[in-house]
């Protein structure tokens, strides 16, 4: 079971839609327990897999295998402080890029502790945290027939558990995982993420990133 904290948000939803697609079974989560399934039915209508059901959060985190963080930056602390124990010796990808958006321009937030998922990792210290997907388009992944063609940067300190993320990357068509190292790196992955969301504002486009020469 795949779970998405927070998950009736854009990011949530379109990424529980390609782990659907891709035949892992889903639970959205939310505060309220209605909103989630009601999302749920939006995106099973999509998928059309029978896989896919609402929940709270709390039982998001007690249910799921690997979780998902799909809330805004501002929101992460007070989430996950209520769900350390349910989380423990858990996977917890964190999808979050600190961001704020002041006169038409995007700029990356100061995290104290040095990236959202280095947060949530001192939020979450019996957890394996991995920090990936924040630099995907969430418009581009709701839409089931479009390809997704760009590199998904992983990172994260626990060897096993980061692997284990890059293969659920790759489930999604035309993605390649790219090991971008420990977590402490993550914080650049999260700052490319108002440099694309300015350059999409430009060109009125869905950016990604593609590395290239390995």
Known sequence: MIGFLGGTGPEGRSLALRMAL?????????????RAQEIARKVEARAETGQVVGATNEEVAVQSEIVFITVPYEGQSALLGPLKSALADKVVVDTVAPISYEEGVFRSLLVPEGS??????????????????????????????????????????????????????????QIRAVDGGGLTSSRYVEEITALLLGINRI????????IVGM
Not at 23 to 30: A, C, E, L, M, P
Not at 203 to 210: C, D, E, G, P, Q
């Open 22 to 34: 891709a035949g892992n079974k889903v639970v959205i989560g939310s505060r309220d327990a209605e």
């Open 203 to 210: 060109y009125k486009a869905h950016t990604m990133i593609r």
């Open 116 to 173: 959202a998922a280095e947060q949530a990792q001192e939020l979450l210290p019996d957890s394996q945290v991995v920090a990936a997907f924040q630099n995907v388009s969430a418009v581009d992944l709701w839409k089931p027939d479009k390809t997704i063609e760009g590199d998904v940067v992983v990172c994260g300190d626990d060897v096993a558990a980061k692997q284990r993320v890059m293969v659920l990357a790759e489930q999604i068509k």
